[in-house]
Antibody, heavy 118, light 110 residues
């Protein structure tokens, strides 16, 4: 079965760092882009960026460039999304999704809820 | 890179058809045939319903169809069912390996 499994919910304080993960299985992890999507509470989907695990080529939305870092470890079929200094406004559900060549996200992770509060 | 424009809400009765619009620009929706649509039920991850403007993934009901004219894409759901009640998002390629989502539309089945 093709699936993406994300790490569990996180509760952090402002200023702390965080790295969440997305592990792929059931397909060739290095042959598809993986994207990250933010959904703030009660709001819509926002595209953050994508990575090609085969060579770690990464693209960011202008809105998220410099705010987060996307990476991948192809040896363990895992993509990551990380923050160096969290803000309360980073509180959201974060989804990873497999990205087809035609830019459709066909497989989604279950989501990771990140809560940032003092 | 602005979000694509969708109506905030639409509604319909069981058995009826509804259409959700998604308006962008010539730099995204109008420039490429890479429009996709996603269904999201409360507390769940989004699900791909339409890709490449009008193609359905395996397992998606043929009651869902997509189209595009100029800078506006549309999702039509025919024979509305209670289970179709959800949020729907359009998405388009926007060049330079970037993607943009619509603001989302809440579908209510009356």
């Amino acid at each position: 079965e093709v699936q993406l499994v994300q790490s569990g919910a996180e509760v952090k304080k402002p200023g702390e760092s965080l790295k969440i993960s997305c592990k792929g299985s059931g397909y060739s992890f290095t042959s598809y882009w993986i994207g990250w999507v933010r959904q703030m509470p009660g709001k819509g989907l926002e595209w953050m960026g994508i990575i090609y695990p085969g060579d770690s080529d990464t693209r960011y939305s202008p809105s998220f460039q410099g705010q987060v870092t996307i990476s991948a470890d192809k040896s363990i079929s895992t993509a990551y999304l990380q923050w160096s200094s969290l803000k309360a406004s980073d509180t959201a559900m974060y989804y990873c999704a497999r990205h087809e060549p035609d830019y459709a996200f066909d497989i989604w992770g279950q989501g990771t809820m990140v809560t940032v509060s003092s | 890179q602005s979000a694509l424009t969708q109506p905030a809400s639409v509604s319909g009765s069981p058995g009826q058809s509804i259409t959700i619009s998604c308006t962008g620009t010539s730099s995204d929706v109008g420039g490429y045939n890479y429009v996709s649509w996603y269904q999201q039920h409360p507390g769940k991850a989004p699900k791909l319903m339409i890709y490449d403007v009008s193609k359905r993934p395996s397992g998606v009901s043929n009651r869902f169809s997509g189209s595009k004219s100029g800078n506006t894409a549309s999702l039509t759901i025919s024979g509305l069912q209670a289970e179709d009640e959800a949020d729907y998002y359009c998405c388009s390629y926007a060049g330079s390996s970037t993607v943009v989502f619509g603001g989302g539309t809440k579908l209510t089945v009356l």
